[in-house]
């Protein structure tokens, strides 16, 4: 079972350049989501999708771009990337079948972004 | 932005010692409680979900409880192994709000 698959697993980029994050999840789930990890901070969630067609905003949204033209794939767009956006970028997908609340979130491998 | 605090931020613990930590949480809006397990290099991986007031979970040597009304839940394990080393994440879903995710408390098994 490949579950969520994030590549790259690593990038290092230079201020002002664009990149894309790619995630990937073979379980059939409408939602999925991206968070970021920085250090002594929880995962906070950055964009997220219930369906295909479908994106919201989290809790820091901004220099981010999402779409969702599948139920499988929901890549996540660095426009320009800025220092600040360095951190380790998690996508999660779940199902929606008993309500987010209650059903359990798969995360993908994670991967480490640095920008210069 | 919902305050969620897990305490204490780093454990060292020997092996075949049993102990706990916790997640607290405003109790106003409460729906859910996930635990993650999150070991160094992978991905987290979900432990337990809970919803109900006095819920109490087990999977093996860990068990968790949930307090809604006092906003708390308790993470247990029993005899640690050196394979439990690992942050544990809880994240409670309040209302109609996402997950919020706790900072984690980073366990440490010393054999």
Redesign the interface.
């Known amino acids: 079972n490949a579950g969520v698959t994030q590549t790259p697993k690593f990038q290092v980029l230079k201020t002002g350049q664009s990149m894309t994050l790619q995630c990937a999840q073979d379980m059939n789930h409408e939602y999925m989501s991206w968070y970021r990890q920085d250090p002594g901070m929880g995962l906070r969630l950055i964009h997220y999708s219930v369906g295909a067609g479908i994106t919201d905003q989290g809790e820091v949204p901004n220099g981010y771009n999402v779409s969702r033209s599948t139920t499988e794939d929901f890549p996540l767009r660095l426009l320009s990337a800025a220092p600040s956006q360095t951190s380790v970028y998690f996508c999660a997908s779940s199902s929606l079948k008993q309500g987010l609340a209650k059903n359990i979130q798969y995360f993908g491998a994670g991967t480490r972004l640095s920008v210069l | 932005?919902l305050n969620?605090e897990q305490s204490p931020q780093s454990l060292h613990v020997q092996e075949g010692d049993s102990t706990n930590f916790t997640c607290s949480f405003p109790s106003s809006n409460f729906?859910?409680l996930?635990w993650?397990r999150w070991e160094t290099a992978?991905?987290?991986?979900?432990l337990f979900?809970m919803?109900l007031n006095g819920d109490e979970k087990k999977k093996g040597r860990i068990s968790a409880t949930l307090n809604t009304k006092e906003g708390y839940s308790y993470l247990y394990i029993k005899g640690s192994q050196p394979e439990d080393s690992a942050t544990y994440?809880c994240?409670p879903?309040f209302g109609n709000e996402?997950?919020?995710?706790?900072?984690?408390t980073r366990l440490t098994i010393i054999p």
């Open positions: 932005i969620v729906y859910a996930h993650y992978k991905s987290p991986e979900a979900v919803t994440l994240a879903k996402k997950l919020t995710f706790g900072t984690g």
